[in-house]
Nanobody, 128 residues
Framework: QEQLAESGGGLVQAGGSLRLSCAAS????????MAWFRQAPGKEREFVAT????????HYADSVKGRFTISRDNIKKLAYLQMNSLKPEDTALYYC?????????????????????WGQGTQVTVSS
């Protein structure tokens, strides 16, 4: 497993932007599939975005496509989620996740059980 720590959440008005960061500590970060999930009160944790190890493949939930961008810096061991045009329905606790085991580079891992390492989450609140 990997230790992950999210940061960058906060309160923002609708239409605003935030950038979330996820810091990893392991030496093999560059081999992991990374993802962001979110969980709103009373709802299940849902997939937001994923990126493969060499940044050649990304995949987004339909609800965030065109507004959010996932990226990563393998030297700094950081993953990011740039969130633009935020909406009140984006309000949730956002989690960073890592898949540290074997992965296919041409497959989109989008369910929680695909990932074995999770951060504690960072709160994003979008006011209307």
């Amino acid at each position: 497993q990997e230790q992950l720590a999210e940061s960058g959440g906060g309160l923002v008005q609708a239409g605003g932007s935030l950038r979330l960061s996820c810091a990893a500590s392991g030496r093999s970060f560059s081999t992991y599939v990374m993802a962001w999930f979110r969980q709103a009160p009373g709802k299940e944790r849902e997939f937001v975005a994923t990126i493969n190890w060499d940044r050649t493949r990304t995949h987004y939930a339909d609800s965030v496509k065109g507004r959010f961008t996932i990226s990563r810096d393998n030297i700094k061991k950081l993953a990011y989620l740039q969130m633009n045009s935020l909406k009140p329905e984006d309000t949730a606790l956002y989690y960073c996740a890592a898949r540290t085991g074997a992965s296919a580079n041409n497959y989109d891992y989008i369910v929680t059980t695909d990932y074995n390492s999770w951060g504690q989450g960072t709160q994003v609140t979008v006011s209307s």
